[in-house]
């Protein structure tokens, strides 16, 4: 072969290397992602994905050997399955969860499957790139890593800025899959089709025909198929869906069994409010610990407007900085009729300022202060929420509180979760405030509790300012009592969770796993 020729033909292989490398990490990402999304805790999913696929890809290695006798067809084979596997991964996961009660087995069978297909390329590339130049093994294995490694970085950046938003994470893959399946017989066809017999030819053509049909077919199919499996998770119907940049924001609507009209917003799965009882939830959330000065007042989480609504009841309030991280959520909040209607406009009030940030990013770069904090986060079920939950953000959150100022922290249920409720309060104690905790009924929800401090580190005195009533579900009485917990949800003493120790996020799973 020609010199020339020979250093295409290398180029060629190499450049295969970097596609399908690319295409071996977003299968990744895209596994670690998606359980994320309906299971949470990412640090969790991050390792079970990668510790099987990585023990996989080692398997993957040694069954390749026998293979190095039909290494063009070989490679093809492997490329045409992990295009169809890997391209049908999140489709396919997402039904397990979606129809059956399946998801962990199912992940760990995908992941495996994928993990071997890997393993098996680079020896198969290592062997096609001898037959076209012999040279020392470890320079090929050099040139190979390189590519393979540059592929991955490649494949890594483009998955959360450009597959993701873009394509989301089911056509995302698909796309993938197509181009793992095109590089791989590309290479075969044009480099090493002299290799292969007639018969294996005619089959690549089918096969490779077959492939790019079910793809193409699957992505056409995609928004069909992905509003039959999201509905299939919920019981009313949808009204509203949105895969955003960190979230899927899910709005349904039905009639509740008291014939009222009930709109419920879910966060990957996860239920926020229903605007049945929601004003329950928000009621005690926001005028405990408003009895007090609240002419600043910063909502961090929130971005459904409701807090926000409760606020604005006071005509006192001058401004109000609400920090969401979602902005897909606070303009649903702004622009959705039926949100808008029950939050009362009030995302669009002249004294509401929306900030879309991290909120422990943001407050590190603050240096005013608030009379009122109220911290409205979703529950701390995953590892990016955890952090919100920790010793160093309540002390940083709390380090922006004027000298009277109070803070109120949504903390899950003290029925339901009493290690987490209490988790919450020993670590608003370590970062110095001793906390005031109380409970409400909220039937959505079942019975819910709060987390209440005060700037100079004593328990805060519980109270009620009666004159923006009247409220739906609080009266003096009923804050008294709120303060009240049975004996079999008693004070518990627990391990503050911190950033290096997350425990909060061991305690949300192994207590909500329960129900």
């Known amino acids: 072969m020609p010199a020339r020729r020979v250093r295409l033909a290398r180029f060629g292989l190499l450049a295969t290397a970097f596609a399908v490398s690319a295409c071996g990490l977003v299968y990744e990402l895209a596994l670690i992602t998606l359980g994320a999304y309906l299971v949470g805790n990412t640090a969790k999913q991050a390792s079970i994905v990668l510790a099987v696929m990585v023990f996989a890809m080692g398997l993957g290695a040694l069954a390749a050997k026998p293979l190095r006798r039909w290494p063009a067809l070989a490679f093809a084979a492997v490329e045409l399955a992990l295009a169809l596997l890997g391209g049908f991964s999140v489709m396919l996961l997402y039904a397990a969860f979606s129809w059956t009660d399946l998801y962990s087995l199912p992940l760990v069978v995908v992941a495996a499957a994928i993990g071997l297909l890997i393993g098996a390329e680079i020896p198969l590339l290592m062997e096609l790139l001898q037959r076209i130049r012999e040279q020392a093994a470890g320079a090929a294995v050099a040139d190979l890593n390189a590519a393979d490694y540059l592929g991955g970085l490649i494949g890594g950046l483009a998955f959360p800025f450009v597959l993701l938003p873009f394509f989301g994470q089911i056509q995302g893959a698909l796309l993938v899959g197509a181009v793992n399946a095109v590089a791989g017989v590309v290479l075969v066809w044009i480099l090493f089709r002299d290799d292969l017999p007639k018969a294996a030819k005619q089959l690549l053509a089918l096969v490779t025909g077959l492939t790019a049909v079910l793809l193409v077919a699957a992505f056409v199919y995609t928004d069909r198929f992905e509003t039959a499996a999201r509905q299939a998770l ?201 906390t005031s905790p109380y409970w409400v009924s909220v039937p959505s929800f079942g019975d819910w509790g709060y987390q209440l401090v005060q700037a100079n580190g004593d328990a805060p005195a519980l109270g009620l300012d009666t004159s923006v009533g009247p409220f739906q579900s609080l009266t003096p009485e009923l804050i008294e009592a709120a303060q009240v917990f049975p004996p079999d949800r008693a004070r518990m003493d627990m391990e503050p969770s911190t950033l290096m120790h997350p425990v909060i996020l061991d305690r949300v799973e192994s207590e909500w796993n329960n129900y």
Not at 273 to 298: C, I, Q, T
């Open 234 to 434: 919920y019981a009313a119907p949808i009204v509203y869906t949105e895969d955003s940049q960190y979230q899927q924001i899910v709005m349904t609507e039905a009639a509740s069994p008291f014939g009222e009209r009930d709109l419920r917003l879910y966060l990957n799965g996860d239920l926020q409010f229903s605007s049945v009882d929601e004003y329950r939830y928000h009621e005690a959330l926001v005028h405990p610990a408003m009895h007090g000065p609240h002419e600043n007042v910063l909502v961090l989480g929130g971005g459904d407007g409701l807090a926000v609504r409760e606020i604005l009841r006071y005509p006192d309030v001058e401004s109000v900085t609400l920090v969401d991280l979602d902005g897909a959520v606070t303009d649903l909040a702004r622009h959705f009729d039926d949100l808008v209607a029950l939050n009362g406009n009030a995302m669009n009030d002249p004294k509401v300022e929306v900030v879309n940030a991290d909120a422990f990013t943001w407050l590190r770069e603050q240096t005013g202060t608030w009379d009122t904090i109220i911290v409205d986060m979703p529950d701390p079920d995953a590892t990016e929420t955890a952090k919100l939950y920790s010793v160093e953000f309540y002390g940083l959150a709390t380090a922006h509180l004027n000298e009277t100022g109070r803070m109120v922290v949504q903390a899950g249920s003290p029925y339901f979760a009493p290690k987490t409720f209490w988790t919450i309060a020993s670590t608003l104690e370590a970062a110095g405030y001793a």
